[in-house]
């Protein structure tokens, strides 16, 4: 039993529609970075990554603890290495998202110890199609294998209990991933003779019948029509031949397996616990990859992204084998922001994005998933060598974390401006915000215009919260009444020792185009050559703004 005078960390769901992760009886808004992968596999290695990371404005780092370190010798635990790594963070005020590197991580087994890959008898690898009908085993312990999951559950039930014991009174540990990116990589399904035999045999009706009661995902829907029988049915009649029902079979058994080891440590220790995705995609034409080469996007087919993974079309099933999971979560490099935000905050599935790229492109998009779509945490990978960009954007947001988490879903937007404009994103954001339509815009320049993001936050009445760089907004009545609508008050803020928001100075003027739009300038507005400077950069990119609207009174009709 936890010997503590507070919850463990855990999630919390407002009546407004809000998802908080609560650290300490308070609602925590994680500023979250990746570490590369072994990063956390040596505290004296961490020593000056803390302090650096805090610096840039990082309140939490993502790393792994792999089995092969914790559990060398079957049956011979050793955390001595994670408690230095946590003892580091907590003089450095830092908090830990531990990634739980098991039995996969990218569709393979590479972190699972000596013992478990030198006994392929005892721990049967999965065996692949190659050209010619010929069959292959990769580095990939099949999740069939029960001996293995149990072995698994064992050392992840270890590494939980051991949680509980060294930091159940700091809450440092956050959040606990449960392995990484799963799926199969070579083939749409595992080949070999325990998993062939498996595959011939019915659907688990239990499975059939969750899928047949459950408000199903969009994309499920999109991609299965179930069929109305409730006899037993193949996995080809249910889920299509091919590589469809290839990929349900994988993801049935794959999320199976990461269900039982889950929910092994959830009992040890109840802190939130999810898994992540290496996304697939079916049209590249919607990826984000401006001179990227496609072949990083992460695929078309199952088997070129990993098969049966927790892509958006397969989340049902994982839910159905996962409970003990509190969320899923996307990795989320090239793919469109948006529609990802938007697949995996369906269902009322808490939005944490735990790797996506660290670079400005990255970083504007950050505020579209904490404005809109209340993101615990996004988290860049390689933090540790790149915090530049994204800690100057997690400053800013740290000022204004309570507004942002107090805020219920209807009454934030966030939004982003590239480089240049793009037939895929829009160029005017606009939200309604109780009788005041809010319209953001790229901020006005005489020269080029330049990149942008940020969010509003609705205070109430018409007042807003604008944050953030390279932008404008202006307001529109919803009323059909109204004659005339703009900028009654504004003023720009600054946070004060106490944390609390002061104002600064009062805008007005050139800062507010005479009362028809509040500008927050990049730090560098390009004057094109224009002899006066009416656009001046912004000192705090935090301004609070109050709009009016009129309507022709009766005296005058």
């Given at each position: ?331 989320l490099y090239l793919h469109d922001y948006e529609t990802v935000c938007q697949a995996y905050t369906e269902q009322q599935n808490a939005l944490f994005i735990p790797e996506q790229r660290r670079d400005e492109r990255g970083a504007r998009r950050m505020w579209l998933a904490y404005g809109t779509y209340g993101a615990l945490?996004?988290s860049p990978f390689g933090i540790d060598t790149g915090a530049e960009i994204v800690g100057r954007e997690f400053q800013l947001l740290a000022q204004v974390s309570p507004y942002l988490l107090s805020a219920a879903p209807s009454d934030r937007m966030g939004f982003f401006f590239d480089e240049e404009p793009s037939e ?59 004659t005339f609508c703009g900028i009654l008050r504004a003023v720009e803020k600054e946070v004060d020792s106490q944390g609390q928001l002061q104002t600064l100075r009062t805008l007005n003027g050139d800062e507010t185009r005479s009362g028809e739009f509040l500008i927050m300038p990049n730090d560098e507005p390009d004057y ?30």
């Amino acid at each position: 039993m936890l010997q503590t005078n507070h919850k463990p960390p855990h999630l919390r769901r407002l009546d407004n529609g809000n998802i908080q992760l609560i650290v300490k009886g308070r609602a925590f808004l994680m500023l979250p970075g990746e570490l590369h992968n072994s990063s956390l596999s040596s505290s004296r290695y961490m020593e000056t990554v803390w302090p650096a990371m805090k610096a840039r404005g990082v309140n939490t780092l993502l790393g792994s603890v792999t089995w092969e370190m914790i559990e060398p010798e079957e049956g011979k635990f050793d955390f001595s290495e994670l408690d230095r790594v946590l003892a580091g963070a907590r003089r450095n005020s830092m908090h830990v998202v531990l990634l739980w590197f098991g039995t996969y991580k990218n569709g393979i087994s590479t972190y699972v110890p000596g013992w478990v890959k030198r006994d392929t008898k005892r721990f049967p690898r999965v065996q692949i199609l190659e050209a010619g009908g010929r069959r292959r085993s990769i580095e990939m312990v099949t999740p069939l294998c029960n001996e293995a999951c149990e072995a698994d559950v064992r050392a992840f039930a270890a590494l939980m209990r051991h949680l509980a014991t060294v930091d159940s009174e700091h809450s440092t540990v956050l959040m606990v991933q449960v392995q990484n990116e799963t799926g199969l990589l070579g083939d749409s399904r595992d080949r070999s003779r325990r998993a062939e035999k498996a595959f011939v045999e019915p659907v688990p009706t239990e499975l059939l019948a969750h899928l047949r009661n459950t408000d199903l995902h969009s994309q499920f829907k999109k991609r299965f029509s179930l069929p109305p029988s409730s006899e037993s049915l193949s996995w080809c009649s249910v889920f299509g031949s091919g590589v469809t029902a290839d990929e349900a079979f994988m993801a049935y058994h794959i999320s199976s397996y990461v269900g039982r080891v889950a929910a092994a440590g959830k009992k040890e220790y109840p802190i939130p616990l999810f898994t992540n995705t290496w996304l697939n995609f079916d049209d590249p034409s919607q990826l984000d990859m401006k001179g990227v080469p496609i072949v990083v996007g992460g695929g078309a087919e199952p088997g070129i992204y990993p098969s049966g993974g927790p892509c958006p079309h397969l989340l049902d099933i994982w839910r159905y084998n996962t409970p003990d999971l509190d969320f899923l979560a996307p990795d989320l490099y090239l793919h469109d922001y948006e529609t990802v935000c938007q697949a995996y905050t369906e269902q009322q599935n808490a939005l944490f994005i735990p790797e996506q790229r660290r670079d400005e492109r990255g970083a504007r998009r950050m505020w579209l998933a904490y404005g809109t779509y209340g993101a615990l945490g996004t988290s860049p990978f390689g933090i540790d060598t790149g915090a530049e960009i994204v800690g100057r954007e997690f400053q800013l947001l740290a000022q204004v974390s309570p507004y942002l988490l107090s805020a219920a879903p209807s009454d934030r937007m966030g939004f982003f401006f590239d480089e240049e404009p793009s037939e895929k994103l829009p160029e005017r954001w606009t939200r309604v915000f109780g009788d005041i339509k809010v319209i953001v815009e790229r901020a006005f320049v005489f020269g080029k215009r330049g990149t942008g993001a940020g969010l509003v936050i609705h205070l109430g009445d018409s007042r807003f919260l604008l944050v953030g760089r390279g932008f404008q907004v202006r307001f529109e009545a919803v009323s059909k009444e109204a004659t005339f609508c703009g900028i009654l008050r504004a003023v720009e803020k600054e946070v004060d020792s106490q944390g609390q928001l002061q104002t600064l100075r009062t805008l007005n003027g050139d800062e507010t185009r005479s009362g028809e739009f509040l500008i927050m300038p990049n730090d560098e507005p390009d004057y094109g050559g224009f002899p006066i400077a009416v656009t001046i950069p912004a000192r705090t990119f935090i301004a609070e703004v109050e709009a009016y609207w009129v309507s022709k009174g009766e005296e005058d009709l």
